[in-house]
């Protein structure tokens, strides 16, 4: 369980069963709550996508590796938010206080993927946040 070590708000993540696309992984935020998120898109060593639905609000978190074009890895992360809610985190701006959160996590992810036993370190890992998309899907 590395989800603590870069997710913002997170202290520990476990997975309802195989991860598969439709299932279920419980995350416990900073605060206590924990969150049922589920899998809508996983292709392993590449892509997660996970809904969580707060009251009020649907988060749709996006994570994503693909090979840059120096050779090493680009990775993104990026949410959208919609509901009632979303409308009033887009109005105080929360897209631009989440940034910063979203380019450390993703430096996270990716000093954890350099330091990774299966051939780790490699050089070239470039690192891209997301950030808040206020569209509805």
Wanted: aromatic share 6%; hydrophobic share 40%; glycine share 14%.
């Amino acid at each position: 369980d590395t989800w603590s070590r870069w997710g913002h708000n997170a202290t520990w993540a476990r997975a309802i069963g195989p991860v598969a696309e439709g299932s279920t992984v419980e995350v416990r935020a900073g605060y206590g709550k924990v969150y049922p998120c589920r899998v809508r898109r996983l292709e392993p060593d590449h892509a997660l996508e996970l809904v969580v639905k707060p009251p009020g609000m649907t988060i749709i978190n996006v994570y994503q590796v693909s090979p840059s074009a120096s050779g090493g890895s680009r990775i993104r992360h990026a949410f959208e938010i919609s509901g009632p809610m979303g409308m009033v985190s887009r109005f105080i701006g929360l897209g631009r206080v989440y940034r910063r959160k979203l380019e450390a996590e993703v430096a996270a992810v990716g000093r954890l993927a350099a330091d990774a036993p299966s051939g780790g370190g490699s050089p070239g890992v470039s690192m891209a946040a997301g950030g808040l998309d206020g569209a509805d899907r």
